[in-house]
């Protein structure tokens, strides 16, 4: 680390013009190809999937895309309502431009003869709607088609005749965009307000910011590269640009604390850089690996839109790392001792270096923990009551995780969008004036084979009207040929309602079931519930395993990195724990509707069925930074002197401030996401923010220290045959570590172990404080 430091900071205008290239090259390839993303999230192998492509494969003119226009007239309105020859004059007027308008199919309305065209007129008279069909699926359609259509449909409702008119579906939302770059632009201005607080130094506060923009713009732009060789998700490119920005502020922060520590040590620039990178830079590697794994832990589950997230998150925090190794010495370089404010460069002029160096005693480090302010004092308030704080921290934890239990997890439509929306007040309209399943009714798809499965499948309609849960039943529908047939059945609830989720149930296991058995005939069930209950179930039947693989790799990583069974142990439970957490938060918000109208985020709704799997991944790798950041202080402290609760004092005293200004800039990286306008990247903003302040603010900073207080010196233990197994590895060589990447002299072993370092803190080969009981501790 130190030799690659060292020649970026000699060739520095080199390093920093070849980021740009990238960036550039990055720009340029996206700007001639474009971006492939997907919106299709549908699991091959279920039952829904199979429906969809039979429906596909025999029906071909309804391959593209259907959407939903819907008028109504208030009480002030025509007395005939919708029928009032001037609405039915303007409507048919609308719905004839519309169907000349390019990239429209074929309109059907309510004013065509024949009965099918008066079911779409509400028994009161005063909603109608029309279906427009496009000619292409939703994510293959052009914006500027869709919005056309919008703006034709809603010139309709301004003739002041108290006549509304939306639009809804999933063509439709294609128009709503989201304002992404006004959540990054909060998000990075809130992280620079942080950073200048931290160092005092606009400089220094320039750094960080640059390192991540130049890294997450790269990494943005080659996604969208990526997404023509592999399915990539519509929403990667903003979940990697929350996760990139937070880790990449980070990363950069960390560094630079460590290399202005060097620089008030005395340290030449260079010098400083290196000792920095030697330490605080091994460990953003080492971290940047943690989240890396994490993330790719999605492909267990073999999902193909997940496996392109997967990639492009890890591609993004490669590119941070990358950056903060080789972009991020090289700036130090250009702004020299100017990453200090004006007062500490004249305080180190007038003063001379700090004393806090590699030859303090340890009195004067006891000394300068001591008044080394809040976050000092907190370490020592937590050494007093650890029991106590422990207690309080774990009930706090198990509150904000109880929504957990109530988890409905199910892909959320229009009605739980914002409510100024046209999408959601079109859900609105059709809910009110059709009943609220006509916002997603299930489509049975049945292959016959021969006349007895037909017989079966013309008579299965009227079967159908007398299940519970069912409003209406229409078809059946034949194709050409006779071989597939489809039935709609429109439920008395709403999509994402529960209830519908048990009809979908109730059809597969009691109803179709009776039916197949008497007859050559299967039924499949499609539509958007059953589609939604698919994923769920394959996503909860692979999260166990998927959890399982991310927490042991994680272990294994802090195994080798710390040769401890409490360390990695203790970081899993505390993993799970702010998972949980979150996710309780999350379900509040987002299902149980808690504020998030005020938040501008709609009604209540189910949870992304993949929204747990992507928190998992995620807070994982990010949780795993702030462990091996205070645990490596604390560990180098421990190997020093022998003294554990010396080691958490120290080690929380003196990375508390670091790691809390990376959470709050963390924090409000991902919390600005809230501004972005799609509901599913505010799922991850909240998700992770809650994680990362629970994670910084409650875990590491309270219940971590506490528990390692309350367990002494069984944190570092491990049984002498293991460590002689396990390869060793360096994270951080410390601060009493040469100028290379080696530690310094290793601390002399404790008498009867001698395969692990042993403590010192005394004379040459003496035991510290709080040793004597290390012999039957490692054993």
């Not at 299709?40 to 003119?61: H, I, K, M, N």
């Not at 179930?537 to 927490?551: C, R, Y």
């Not at 272990?555 to 899993?572: D, E, V």
């Amino acid at each position: 680390m130190t030799a690659l430091t060292r020649w970026c900071m000699r060739r520095r205008l080199l390093v920093v013009s070849l980021w740009l290239a990238l960036l550039a090259a990055a720009g340029v390839g996206t700007a001639l190809a474009g971006s492939a993303y997907s919106n299709d999230y549908d699991v091959p192998g279920t039952e829904s999937g199979r429906a969809a492509q039979l429906l596909t494969e025999a029906f071909p003119d309804r391959a593209g895309d259907g959407d939903t226009l819907v008028w109504h007239t208030g009480e002030d309105g025509p007395g005939d309502g919708v029928r009032d020859a001037a609405v039915r004059d303007r409507m048919t007027a609308t719905l004839d431009d519309i169907a000349g308008l390019p990239g429209v199919a074929d309109v059907r309305g309510p004013y065509q003869p024949g009965p099918e065209s008066q079911e779409r007129i509400s028994e009161d008279g005063r909603t109608a709607y029309a279906t427009v069909s496009f000619d292409a699926p939703a994510d293959e359609l052009d914006e500027s088609q869709v919005q056309r259509v919008v703006d034709t449909a809603h010139a309709a409702g301004d003739d002041g005749r108290d006549l509304r008119v939306e639009m809804g579906g999933t063509a439709v939302a294609l128009t709503e965009g989201i304002s992404g770059h006004l959540a990054e632009a909060v998000g990075i201005a809130v992280a620079a307000v942080v950073l200048l607080l931290a160092f005092g130094s606009l400089a220094a506060m320039l750094l960080p910011l640059v390192t991540a923009v130049l890294s997450v713009g790269t990494a943005a732009l080659a996604t969208g590269l990526l997404s023509h060789a592999m399915t990539v998700a519509d929403f990667a490119p903003m979940l990697g640009t929350l996760i990139g920005l937070g880790v990449g502020i980070d990363y950069a922060l960390f560094i630079v604390t460590r290399h202005r520590k060097g620089l008030k040590q005395g340290m030449s620039v260079p010098e400083a850089a290196q000792r920095a990178m030697s330490s605080a830079g091994r460990a953003v590697v080492f971290a940047g690996v943690t989240v890396c794994i994490a993330l790719l832990g999605m492909l267990v589950l073999r999902l193909t839109f997940l496996n392109g997230v997967a990639l492009a998150a890890s591609l993004t925090v490669v590119l941070t790392v990358l950056a903060s190794v080789t972009l991020l010495p090289a700036l130090l370089g250009v702004i020299g001792h100017r990453v200090l404010s004006r007062r500490e460069r004249r305080a180190l002029a007038e003063h001379g270096p700090d004393p806090a160096g590699p030859d303090e005693s340890e009195a004067e480090a006891g000394k300068r923990t001591r008044r080394g302010g809040p976050v000092a004092r907190w370490s020592a308030f937590v050494e007093r009551h650890p029991k106590l704080l422990a207690g309080l921290a774990a009930v706090f934890m198990a509150v904000l995780a109880l929504p957990v239990f109530a988890l409905h997890l199910g892909s959320s439509d229009q009605g739980s969008g914002p409510g100024t929306a046209t999408t959601r007040q079109a859900y609105d309209l059709m809910a009110e004036g059709f009943g609220p399943g006509t916002n997603g009714p299930l489509t049975l798809v049945g292959e016959i084979d021969g006349a007895a499965a037909k017989l079966a499948f013309e008579e299965l309609p009227e079967r159908l009207r007398g299940t519970e849960g069912v409003a209406e039943v229409s078809g059946p529908e034949l194709n050409g040929s006779g071989s597939v047939g489809v039935i709609t059945v429109v439920p008395d609830s709403a999509p994402q309602d529960e209830r519908t989720s048990q009809l979908v149930d109730r059809l597969r296991e009691q109803e179709l079931p009776e039916v197949s058995a008497d007859s050559p005939l299967t039924v499949h069930v499609g539509g958007v519930t059953a589609g939604q209950d698919d994923f769920a179930s394959v996503i909860l039947g692979k999260l166990p395993m998927f959890t399982g693989v991310i927490v042991a790799l994680g272990c294994a990583l802090l195994l080798l990195a710390f040769r401890s069974i409490g360390i990695p142990l203790k970081a899993a439970v505390m993993n799970i724990l702010a998972v949980a957490a979150a996710s309780g938060v999350v379900v509040a918000v987002f299902q149980w509707g808690w504020g998030s109208e005020l938040l501008g985020l709609g009604g209540p709704g189910p949870i992304e069925p993949f929204l747990p799997v992507i928190m998992v991944s995620v807070l994982f790798g990010l949780s795993m930074d702030y462990q091996v950041f205070m645990v490596s202080r604390m560990y180098e402290e421990w190997q020093r002197t022998g003294d554990n609760r010396r080691a958490v004092r120290v080690g929380l005293a003196e990375t508390g401030r670091v790691i809390n200004s990376a959470a709050v800039i963390m924090i409000a990286v991902f919390g600005a996401f809230v501004l972005s306008g799609d509901r599913i990247i505010a799922m991850f903003g909240i998700g992770l923010a809650v994680a990362v302040a629970l994670d910084a603010f409650v875990l590491r900073t309270l219940l971590v220290p506490a528990l390692m207080h309350m367990l002494g010196g069984a944190n570092w233990w491990l049984p002498r045959w293991l460590d002689r197994c396990l390869p060793r590895i360096t994270i951080e060589p410390g601060e009493h570590a040469g100028d290379g990447d080696t530690p310094g002299p290793a601390p002399v072993p404790a008498p009867a172990e001698p395969v692990l370092p042993g403590p010192r803190s005394g004379g040459e080969g003496e035991p510290g404080p709080g040793t004597e009981p290390l012999a039957g501790r490692r054993g």
